[in-house]
Protein backbone atom coordinates (compact mmCIF):
# COMPACT_ATOMS: atom_id res chain seq x y z
CA UNK A 1 0.00 0.00 0.00
CA UNK A 2 2.67 2.44 1.10
CA UNK A 3 4.47 0.98 -2.20
CA UNK A 4 1.68 2.55 -4.25
CA UNK A 5 1.23 5.77 -2.62
CA UNK A 6 5.21 5.83 -3.63
CA UNK A 7 4.63 5.36 -7.34
CA UNK A 8 1.14 7.84 -6.93
CA UNK A 9 3.67 10.17 -5.51
CA UNK A 10 5.95 10.15 -8.06
CA UNK A 11 3.62 10.29 -11.35
CA UNK A 12 2.27 13.22 -9.70
CA UNK A 13 5.40 14.71 -9.07
CA UNK A 14 6.37 13.22 -13.20
CA UNK A 15 2.96 14.65 -14.46
CA UNK A 16 3.49 18.21 -12.67
CA UNK A 17 7.24 18.20 -14.28
CA UNK A 18 6.40 17.76 -17.87
CA UNK A 19 3.20 20.49 -17.18
CA UNK A 20 5.96 22.91 -16.25
CA UNK A 21 8.04 21.87 -18.99
CA UNK A 22 5.63 21.96 -21.67
CA UNK A 23 4.61 25.11 -20.09
CA UNK A 24 7.85 26.73 -20.71
CA UNK A 25 8.00 25.50 -24.05
CA UNK A 26 4.55 27.10 -24.73
CA UNK A 27 5.46 30.52 -22.94
CA UNK A 28 8.91 30.54 -25.25
CA UNK A 29 7.21 29.66 -28.78
CA UNK A 30 4.71 32.24 -28.19
CA UNK A 31 6.71 34.89 -27.00
CA UNK A 32 8.00 37.52 -30.00
CA UNK A 33 11.35 36.70 -30.57
CA UNK A 34 13.85 39.76 -30.61
CA UNK A 35 15.01 40.75 -34.44
CA UNK A 36 18.81 40.79 -34.36
CA UNK A 37 18.01 43.23 -36.87
CA UNK A 38 16.30 45.96 -34.91
CA UNK A 39 19.59 47.86 -34.59
CA UNK A 40 18.89 50.47 -37.68
CA UNK A 41 22.76 50.25 -38.11
CA UNK A 42 22.86 46.49 -38.81
CA UNK A 43 19.79 47.16 -41.23
CA UNK A 44 21.28 50.18 -42.95
CA UNK A 45 24.34 47.53 -43.44
CA UNK A 46 22.26 44.89 -45.30
CA UNK A 47 20.05 47.30 -47.33
CA UNK A 48 23.48 48.86 -48.54
CA UNK A 49 24.79 45.55 -49.34
CA UNK A 50 21.44 45.45 -51.62
CA UNK A 51 22.33 48.79 -53.15
CA UNK A 52 25.45 47.70 -54.44
CA UNK A 53 23.93 44.68 -55.86
CA UNK A 54 20.92 46.86 -57.65
CA UNK A 55 22.19 49.36 -59.77
CA UNK A 56 20.96 49.93 -63.09
CA UNK A 57 22.71 50.28 -66.16
CA UNK A 58 22.19 52.04 -69.37
CA UNK A 59 24.56 51.17 -72.41
CA UNK A 60 23.81 53.50 -75.02
CA UNK A 61 25.35 54.70 -78.60
CA UNK A 62 24.57 58.41 -79.87
CA UNK A 63 25.04 60.65 -82.53
CA UNK A 64 25.79 64.13 -82.19
CA UNK A 65 26.67 67.00 -84.75
CA UNK A 66 28.14 70.34 -83.80
CA UNK A 67 28.58 73.30 -85.56
CA UNK A 68 30.78 76.30 -84.21
CA UNK A 69 31.72 79.98 -85.59
CA UNK A 70 33.89 82.11 -84.09
CA UNK A 71 32.30 84.96 -82.67
CA UNK A 72 33.20 88.53 -81.12
CA UNK A 73 30.35 89.86 -78.39
CA UNK A 74 27.81 86.88 -80.24
CA UNK A 75 27.76 88.01 -83.62
CA UNK A 76 29.75 85.71 -86.19
CA UNK A 77 32.84 86.25 -87.79
CA UNK A 78 32.55 84.73 -91.64
CA UNK A 79 34.12 81.60 -92.87
CA UNK A 80 34.67 80.38 -89.39
CA UNK A 81 32.41 77.79 -89.49
CA UNK A 82 33.12 74.13 -88.91
CA UNK A 83 31.53 71.55 -88.37
CA UNK A 84 31.81 67.72 -87.69
CA UNK A 85 29.26 64.51 -86.27
CA UNK A 86 30.30 62.64 -83.04
CA UNK A 87 29.65 59.18 -82.56
CA UNK A 88 30.74 57.25 -79.19
CA UNK A 89 28.97 54.95 -77.03
CA UNK A 90 28.13 55.72 -72.85
CA UNK A 91 27.24 53.74 -69.72
CA UNK A 92 24.92 55.08 -67.18
CA UNK A 93 24.56 53.62 -63.48
CA UNK A 94 21.82 54.58 -61.66
CA UNK A 95 20.59 53.48 -58.26
CA UNK A 96 19.96 54.92 -54.68
CA UNK A 97 23.02 56.36 -52.24
CA UNK A 98 23.02 54.67 -48.55
CA UNK A 99 22.89 58.10 -47.33
CA UNK A 100 19.63 59.03 -49.37
CA UNK A 101 17.60 56.16 -46.96
CA UNK A 102 16.06 57.04 -44.24
CA UNK A 103 14.48 54.05 -41.88
CA UNK A 104 11.65 55.68 -40.50
CA UNK A 105 10.50 52.69 -37.89
CA UNK A 106 11.57 49.07 -37.44
CA UNK A 107 9.65 46.99 -34.72
CA UNK A 108 10.00 43.49 -34.57
CA UNK A 109 9.07 41.98 -38.07
CA UNK A 110 8.02 45.43 -39.52
CA UNK A 111 10.01 47.74 -41.63
CA UNK A 112 9.11 51.23 -42.83
CA UNK A 113 12.00 53.13 -45.05
CA UNK A 114 11.59 56.47 -46.99
CA UNK A 115 13.82 56.65 -49.84
CA UNK A 116 14.77 60.43 -51.15
CA UNK A 117 15.60 59.84 -54.15
CA UNK A 118 17.30 58.03 -56.65
CA UNK A 119 19.89 59.63 -58.98
CA UNK A 120 23.02 58.88 -61.46
CA UNK A 121 25.79 57.46 -59.88
CA UNK A 122 28.11 57.24 -62.87
CA UNK A 123 28.19 58.15 -66.22
CA UNK A 124 31.11 56.73 -68.34
CA UNK A 125 32.08 57.49 -71.90
CA UNK A 126 34.53 55.35 -73.87
CA UNK A 127 37.21 57.21 -74.80
CA UNK A 128 38.64 55.11 -76.65
CA UNK A 129 35.32 54.46 -79.45
CA UNK A 130 34.86 58.10 -79.92
CA UNK A 131 34.93 58.63 -83.43
CA UNK A 132 34.63 61.81 -85.84
CA UNK A 133 32.85 61.69 -88.86
CA UNK A 134 32.21 64.49 -91.78
CA UNK A 135 34.62 67.03 -90.14
CA UNK A 136 34.65 70.40 -91.81
CA UNK A 137 37.13 72.90 -91.23
CA UNK A 138 37.59 76.41 -91.79
CA UNK A 139 40.84 77.90 -92.24
CA UNK A 140 40.57 80.18 -89.41
CA UNK A 141 38.85 77.63 -87.25
CA UNK A 142 40.07 74.01 -87.52
CA UNK A 143 38.30 71.13 -85.34
CA UNK A 144 40.76 70.31 -82.08
CA UNK A 145 40.46 67.05 -80.85
CA UNK A 146 40.94 68.29 -77.10
CA UNK A 147 38.15 70.68 -77.94
CA UNK A 148 35.87 67.45 -78.36
CA UNK A 149 36.45 65.72 -75.58
CA UNK A 150 35.90 68.51 -73.12
CA UNK A 151 32.56 69.18 -74.98
CA UNK A 152 31.72 65.59 -74.31
CA UNK A 153 30.69 66.51 -70.33
CA UNK A 154 28.03 68.61 -72.33
CA UNK A 155 26.54 65.88 -74.17
CA UNK A 156 26.50 63.89 -71.18
CA UNK A 157 24.45 65.84 -69.00
CA UNK A 158 21.84 66.12 -72.40
CA UNK A 159 21.99 62.06 -72.86
CA UNK A 160 21.31 62.23 -69.08
CA UNK A 161 18.54 64.63 -69.39
CA UNK A 162 16.97 62.67 -72.40
CA UNK A 163 16.80 58.95 -70.36
CA UNK A 164 15.42 60.59 -67.34
CA UNK A 165 12.13 62.53 -69.38
CA UNK A 166 11.91 58.83 -70.87
CA UNK A 167 11.51 57.35 -67.38
CA UNK A 168 14.39 55.38 -66.99
CA UNK A 169 14.41 56.58 -63.28
CA UNK A 170 10.97 54.74 -62.80
CA UNK A 171 12.81 51.43 -63.08
CA UNK A 172 15.31 52.78 -60.86
CA UNK A 173 12.66 53.04 -58.30
CA UNK A 174 10.75 49.80 -59.36
CA UNK A 175 13.75 47.83 -59.38
CA UNK A 176 15.38 49.29 -56.11
CA UNK A 177 11.46 48.43 -54.08
CA UNK A 178 11.43 45.03 -55.04
CA UNK A 179 15.79 44.23 -54.35
CA UNK A 180 14.96 46.22 -50.79
CA UNK A 181 11.73 44.21 -49.70
CA UNK A 182 13.59 40.85 -50.99
CA UNK A 183 16.48 41.28 -48.43
CA UNK A 184 14.67 42.55 -46.09
CA UNK A 185 11.96 39.98 -46.37
CA UNK A 186 15.23 37.54 -46.54
CA UNK A 187 16.35 39.00 -42.85
CA UNK A 188 12.95 38.26 -41.50
CA UNK A 189 11.08 41.05 -41.56
CA UNK A 190 7.15 40.36 -42.85
CA UNK A 191 5.50 43.80 -42.67
CA UNK A 192 7.91 45.95 -44.87
CA UNK A 193 7.11 49.80 -46.60
CA UNK A 194 9.30 50.91 -48.75
CA UNK A 195 7.99 55.08 -49.70
CA UNK A 196 9.73 57.65 -52.25
CA UNK A 197 9.87 60.92 -50.74
Known amino acids: ????????????????FIIALATCYIIFKLKPQKNEYSDNTKVL????????LNTIKYNYNNIVTVKKD??????KIPFTNKSFVIKYSGIINAGVKPEDIEVLSNKEDSISIEIKKCSILDHYIDDENIYLYDVKNSIFNKVDTQEVFEDMSKYKKEYESKVIEEGFMDEVKSSTESSLKSSLINIG????KITFK
Not at 2 to 15: G, S
Not at 189 to 192: H, M, N, S
Open 1 to 16: MQKRKKIKKVYILLLI
Open 45 to 52: DTITQALD
Open 70 to 75: LSIMDI
Open 189 to 192: YKDV
